[in-house]
């Protein structure tokens, strides 16, 4: 008997999603301003061979995050870059960024730049 409620026990441990705190204040402000940054930049972004306009590209992150975030995978900012804004979780094909003329980027080379420009300030 006591096997079985061990056994009762680990599986629904395993089934619900452990709680997770939403992220310290500062790293929450930082991810805040990446999501804006992509949103309100006019860029095009590229995923999995297809361009979008940067509020789907925003909205796209900003799930994959909230995804992320639920089950406990991100724990720095430089995590939110790396797992939810650098590549395709599906295809692990890189996600481009193109602004204007100037050349195609890496995502999340394009968005660490960003991150250190907010943080130099």
Not at 23 to 50: K, V, W
Not at 53 to 73: Q, W
Request: proline share 5%; hydrophobic share 40%.
């Amino acid at each position: 008997m006591r096997t079985a409620s061990a056994w009762v026990v680990a599986l629904g441990l395993a089934i619900v999603p452990a709680a997770r705190a939403e992220p310290p204040a500062f790293m929450q402000q930082e991810i805040d301003y990446l999501l804006r940054h992509i949103g309100e930049s006019g860029c095009d972004f590229e995923r999995n061979g297809t361009w979008s306009d940067a509020r789907t590209a925003e909205a796209h992150v900003r799930m994959k995050y909230d995804y992320l975030v639920s089950s406990g995978r991100i724990d720095t900012t430089q995590d939110f870059i790396d797992k939810a804004a650098t590549a395709s979780s599906m295809s692990g094909r890189p996600y481009e960024v193109r602004c204007g003329r100037h050349p195609t980027l890496p995502t999340g080379a394009w968005l660490n730049e960003a991150l250190r420009r907010y943080r130099a300030r």
